[in-house]
């Protein structure tokens, strides 16, 4: 039975696209079928079934690759036994994620739908899972009639990856691009230089891409917002001052989405 929790949207190119917009994450799982296997592109958040969501849309074994390890993409990976994911993040899986009770993303302020019956807002968590297999720049994965190349896209996360249908100019970008606040400020996760260095290698692959398909708010994008945040983020570089900051964090608005920095990230940097 299809799920109230998801938004399922099919698309021409044949990615399906698996929304949760009853939380203000506003996360995107994507589904492409190909001949001999479908790819799952996360996991979503964990807080409904995905897995039967997933079954009646496929009629071939499913693949998972993530994005990156954050929470808000592994959340139902548990539910599946192949999962790829990019060597750099891949130890991160069996840990799963806890918050201490009622301090999780759950609280009432990010719900704008009811959660599924069995779930509890205060002690919700991600389960452990375990990879298969880790991805590196260039490695190919193929569905039989459709091949998608690893790019190796990190800043937001060390082992965030876009993958790239170059066939058809598909590109499933994660966390690196997408119509909302760039999370570049996580001390410790986030690294400036080379989200910075991502944008660069995005932007100059747009001339060859046809859609974008990014894991959270608004989609599917155009490649021209490629040159947009590979803009925002020269123009961040070159000394443009924040439009905001507060609690240590420093906003640069554009038009269609905005940039996150630590507070003296560029003293850090230089
Ligand atoms: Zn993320």
Same mark, same amino acid.
């Given at each position: 039975?299809?799920?109230?929790?998801?938004?399922?949207?099919? %698309?021409?190119?044949?990615?399906?696209?698996?929304?949760?917009?009853?939380?203000?994450?506003?996360?995107?799982?994507?589904?492409?079928?190909?001949?001999?296997? +479908?790819?799952?592109?996360?996991?979503?958040?964990?807080?409904?079934?995905? *897995?039967?969501?997933?079954?009646?849309?496929?009629?071939?074994?499913?693949?998972?690759?993530?994005?990156?390890?954050?929470?808000?993409?592994?959340?139902?990976?548990? /539910? %599946? #036994?192949?999962?790829?994911?990019?060597?750099?993040?891949?130890?991160?899986?069996?840990?799963?994620?806890?918050?201490?009770? @009622?301090?999780? !993303?759950?609280?009432? #302020?990010?719900?704008?739908?009811? &959660?599924?019956?069995?779930?509890?807002?205060?002690? $919700?968590?991600?389960?452990?899972? *375990?990879?298969?297999?880790? &991805?590196?720049?260039?490695?190919?994965?193929?569905? @039989?009639?459709?091949? $998608?190349?690893?790019?190796?896209?990190?800043?937001?996360?060390?082992?965030?990856?876009? &993958?790239?249908? /170059?066939?058809?100019?598909?590109?499933?970008?994660?966390?690196?691009?997408?119509?909302?606040?760039?999370?570049?400020?996580?001390?410790?996760?986030?690294?400036?230089?080379?989200?910075?260095?991502?944008?660069? *290698?995005? +932007?100059?692959?747009?001339?060859?891409?046809?859609? &974008?398909?990014?894991?959270?708010?608004?989609? !599917?994008?155009?490649?021209?917002?490629?040159?947009?945040?590979? /803009? @925002?983020?020269?123009?961040?570089?070159?000394?443009?001052? !924040?439009?905001?900051?507060?609690?240590?964090?420093?906003?640069? /608005? $554009?038009?269609? $989405?905005?940039?996150?920095?630590? =507070?003296?990230?560029?003293?850090? =940097?230089?």
């Amino acid at each position: 039975m299809a799920s109230s929790w998801f938004e399922i949207r099919e %698309f021409p190119d044949g990615v399906v696209g698996i929304g949760e917009p009853g939380h203000a994450e506003g996360v995107k799982s994507y589904l492409v079928r190909g001949s001999e296997l +479908a790819m799952l592109v996360d996991t979503g958040m964990g807080v409904d079934d995905l *897995k039967q969501t997933v079954e009646p849309l496929v009629s071939t074994p499913v693949l998972v690759v993530n994005s990156h390890s954050h929470w808000d993409h592994i959340g139902s990976n548990w /539910q %599946f #036994d192949r999962i790829w994911i990019h060597e750099a993040e891949a130890d991160r899986l069996p840990a799963g994620r806890s918050w201490e009770p @009622g301090r999780g !993303p759950m609280g009432p #302020d990010s719900l704008s739908r009811p &959660l599924p019956d069995g779930v509890d807002p205060e002690h $919700f968590g991600i389960r452990p899972s *375990k990879a298969e297999r880790t &991805l590196t720049e260039g490695d190919e994965i193929d569905l @039989g009639d459709r091949t $998608f190349l690893v790019v190796h896209t990190p800043g937001h996360s060390p082992g965030g990856i876009t &993958l790239i249908e /170059q066939a058809t100019g598909i590109a499933l970008v994660g966390d690196a691009v997408y119509a909302g606040a760039l999370y570049a400020h996580m001390r410790g996760e986030c690294d400036p230089v080379l989200y910075r260095a991502t944008l660069t *290698k995005l +932007a100059e692959l747009a001339p060859e891409l046809s859609t &974008l398909y990014p894991s959270h708010n608004a989609y !599917p994008l155009d490649p021209g917002f490629l040159n947009e945040t590979h /803009q @925002g983020m020269e123009e961040v570089w070159a000394g443009r001052r !924040p439009d905001q900051s507060a609690d240590g964090v420093e906003r640069y /608005q $554009f038009d269609r $989405f905005s940039i996150l920095l630590a =507070e003296g990230w560029r003293a850090a =940097e230089h």
